[in-house]
């Protein structure tokens, strides 16, 4: 879909075709004696959404913890601005899975932020720049509203919008998302896709997003990787999600047949 909006002849040559993307290489994790990711290789074009799927144990969330540094892991991850031949560790912003939270505490969505952002305690200085910002923060992914909110009286899916509005001060160049597993109700889950994927418009983000649902994966994602150990496969969700291999990771042998009969996919 962005294939073609940056076209640039050598960042196609180097194997990225945009003005920027994210390269993963050669990344492995091995906990103890046992290899969780060997030989991941991908590259995460600017502007695009990328889901990562894959059953449960793949090493979907290990990659997301290695991507952020939070785990030894061996290869490299490059951040590569093609205009200006700038090779570096990208900025990253990240979303959590969940959040474990004290949900009667009286913290509010703008004491996170201040917590967060303000060099002074939030209950010292409050002043009306800065409360402004951070409403301005929270109306980028629809969540203006939550402002005054109780922490622990969120949904999950206004939780995760409010994590979402954090991940993006300072603009990363590369957002790592783990959807949440549960919590989020299906509006809550449309929501925040529909959030996300503004956003990578907006700011010409590079997005990895984890990803259990797989109907949000084929009306979202630019990119799929099918995640287990290794990168089995990717492509565009048409291709991935139609493959053998995706039926067969997630032993729907049954599915297959009915597709070779005339049924659909899923
Ligand atoms: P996913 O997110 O795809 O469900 P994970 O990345 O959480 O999978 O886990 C991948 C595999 O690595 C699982 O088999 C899990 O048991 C194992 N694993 C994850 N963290 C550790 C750890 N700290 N020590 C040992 N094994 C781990
Ligand atoms: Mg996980």
Not at 127 to 145: F, M, T, W
């Given at each position: 879909?962005?294939?073609?909006?940056?076209?640039?002849?050598?960042?196609?040559?180097?194997?990225?075709?945009?003005?920027?993307?994210?390269?993963i290489?050669?990344?492995?994790?091995?906990?103890?004696?046992?290899?969780?990711?060997?030989?991941?290789?991908?590259?995460?074009?600017?502007?695009?959404?990328?889901?990562?799927?894959?059953?449960?144990?793949?090493?979907?969330?290990?990659?997301?913890?290695?991507?952020?540094?939070?785990?030894?892991?061996?290869?490299?991850?490059?951040?590569?601005?093609?205009?200006n031949?700038l090779?570096?560790?990208?900025?990253?912003?990240?979303?959590?899975?969940?959040?474990?939270?004290?949900?009667?505490?009286?913290?509010?969505?703008?004491?996170?932020f201040?917590?967060?952002?303000?060099?002074?305690?939030?209950?010292?200085?409050?002043?009306?720049?800065?409360?402004?910002?951070?409403?301005?923060?929270?109306?980028?992914?629809?969540?203006?509203?939550l402002?005054?909110?109780?922490?622990?009286?969120?949904?999950?899916?206004?939780?995760?919008?409010?994590?979402?509005?954090?991940?993006?001060?300072?603009?990363?160049?590369?957002?790592?998302?783990?959807?949440?597993?549960?919590?989020?109700?299906?509006?809550?889950?449309?929501?925040?896709?529909?959030?996300?994927?503004?956003?990578?418009?907006?700011?010409?983000?590079?997005?990895?997003?984890?990803?259990?649902?797989?109907?949000?994966?084929?009306?979202?994602?630019?990119?799929?990787?099918?995640?287990?150990?290794?990168v089995?496969?990717?492509?565009?969700?048409?291709?991935?999600?139609?493959?053998?291999?995706?039926?067969?990771?997630?032993?729907?042998?049954w599915?297959?047949?009915?597709?070779?009969?005339?049924?659909?996919?899923?």
């Amino acid at each position: 879909m962005t294939e073609t909006r940056f076209h640039n002849h050598d960042a196609c040559r180097q194997g990225c075709c945009g003005l920027c993307c994210t390269k993963i290489e050669d990344f492995g994790v091995t906990i103890g004696s046992t290899v969780i990711l060997k030989n991941v290789n991908l590259h995460i074009h600017c502007g695009e959404l990328t889901a990562i799927i894959g059953p449960n144990g793949a090493g979907k969330s290990t990659l997301i913890k290695a991507l952020l540094g939070e785990i030894p892991h061996t290869g490299t991850l490059k951040f590569v601005q093609y205009d200006n031949g700038l090779l570096k560790a990208p900025v990253m912003g990240y979303v959590p899975q969940s959040l474990n939270l004290d949900t009667t505490s009286p913290t509010s969505v703008l004491d996170l932020f201040l917590a967060c952002r303000s060099k002074y305690p939030a209950w010292l200085i409050r002043r009306k720049r800065e409360v402004y910002k951070v409403k301005e923060q929270l109306d980028r992914v629809n969540a203006g509203h939550l402002l005054s909110r109780r922490l622990g009286a969120l949904s999950g899916g206004e939780l995760q919008r409010v994590l979402l509005a954090l991940a993006l001060d300072p603009v990363p160049e590369i957002l790592l998302l783990d959807e949440p597993v549960s919590g989020i109700d299906q509006n809550g889950l449309e929501l925040f896709y529909e959030t996300v994927s503004e956003l990578r418009n907006a700011y010409d983000l590079s997005i990895i997003l984890v990803s259990h649902d797989l109907d949000m994966v084929r009306r979202y994602a630019d990119r799929v990787v099918l995640l287990n150990k290794t990168v089995l496969m990717a492509g565009t969700p048409e291709e991935v999600l139609n493959s053998d291999v995706f039926f067969d990771t997630f032993s729907l042998r049954w599915q297959k047949e009915k597709r070779g009969k005339g049924g659909t996919a899923l």
